[in-house]
């Protein structure tokens, strides 16, 4: 299975838990707006992604009491997890009205202005994003190169969506191949924000973890000394530790943990070169490095759901 795949299986179960019908309404706009057809006319969407396809028929009836459409093809060739592709559309005239009408469009209201209006909470950006990279996106797997993309149907919705991703701090490029508008970015650091923005922490980390690995190996190449590397593993820990503290803290998931992890996760990020023991001593009041170790798991490990009572 791809990396983007898997990434987006990842999210289509992310959306699948969103707890309030706003989030969904945005998610589902995400999804349609940067389908392959969004006017007032006709709607089509066409996705490689089976999970994909199951959320947005699922969202059309909940919350919007619309049957879609949904054909699914055989394709002869190409990767193994995309030979099936699932075509969704909306025949019906009035559904597509009521869906501009949940969407918040004034009649004539261009379908490419993106209406943010409709978001009721910061958690309607976060799932409208994910929507769209789910709809138009693809990461490419970091063992190949760093590159993250969202492919939209018009100039004027790429400039939209650029311009409200650079209001959130999420900067793109853009770029037109083919009949394609492009958002794209190739560098790590912008490619593991825009991941952990919409909530693929697991993407995120993957990056942050083979970037570190990278640099890790050409700096151990110029290293023949043993006591260096031994402070390669070291470091290396500590990145992971540091790489994933980054992405819950971007993904404001850093903010929903238990005051003691978030003090343990805060002391990591500003001693990074701290032994286990330095740091359980830099506690108020100190612990102890078995402590220090057991939290900083449970940091790394820690998936965005508080843990149930
Ligand atoms: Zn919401």
Same mark, same amino acid.
């Given at each position: 299975m791809s990396f983007a795949h898997e990434t987006k299986i990842g999210l289509v179960s992310l959306a699948e838990g969103l707890k309030h019908d706003c989030c969904r309404r945005a998610g589902l706009y995400g999804i349609l707006i940067s389908a392959g057809v969004f006017t007032r006319t006709k709607c089509k969407l066409v996705t490689t992604s089976q999970e994909l396809a199951g959320l947005t028929m699922k969202w059309l009836r909940s919350l919007c009491g619309i049957d879609g459409n949904l054909y699914i093809t055989d394709r002869k060739s190409g990767e193994e997890d995309e030979r099936r592709a699932s075509k969704i559309t909306i025949p019906q005239k009035k559904d597509l009205d009521r /869906? *501009? !009408?949940? *969407?918040?469009? $004034?009649?004539?209201e261009p379908e490419t202005d993106i209406n943010t209006g409709m978001f009721r909470c910061q958690s309607c950006l976060v799932s409208f994003v994910r929507g769209v990279f789910l709809s138009a996106g693809t990461v490419t797997n970091p063992e190949k190169g760093y590159h993250l993309e969202l492919s939209l149907p018009t100039p004027? &919705?790429?400039?939209? /969506? #650029?311009?409200?991703l650079s209001e959130n701090g999420l900067e793109l490029? $853009?770029?037109?191949r083919k009949n394609e508008n492009v958002?794209?970015?190739?560098? $790590?650091e912008n490619i593991e924000n825009f991941l952990a923005f919409i909530g693929a922490n697991t993407a995120a980390f993957t990056i942050m973890n083979k970037k570190i690995e990278r640099e890790l190996r050409s700096g151990a190449n110029r290293l023949a000394n043993g006591e260096l590397a031994n402070?390669?593993?070291?470091v290396a820990a500590a990145g992971d530790q540091i790489a994933a503290i980054n992405a819950l803290k971007a993904s404001g998931e850093l903010d929903r943990?238990?005051? =003691? &992890? !978030?003090?343990?996760?805060?002391? !990591?990020? =500003?001693? *990074?070169? #701290?032994t286990l023991s330095e740091l359980a001593a830099l506690h108020d009041p100190p612990i102890t490095k078995s402590g220090v170790n057991h939290r900083l798991k449970k940091i790394i490990n820690w998936c965005g759901e508080?843990? !149930?009572a």
């Open positions: /869906l *501009f !009408r949940v *969407f918040g469009y $004034s009649p004539d004027e &919705l790429a400039a939209n /969506l #650029a311009a409200l490029k $853009s770029t037109v958002l794209y970015c190739k560098d $790590s402070l390669g593993k070291t943990m238990p005051d =003691e &992890l !978030r003090a343990t996760a805060l002391l !990591r990020l =500003e001693h *990074f070169d #701290a508080p843990p !149930r």
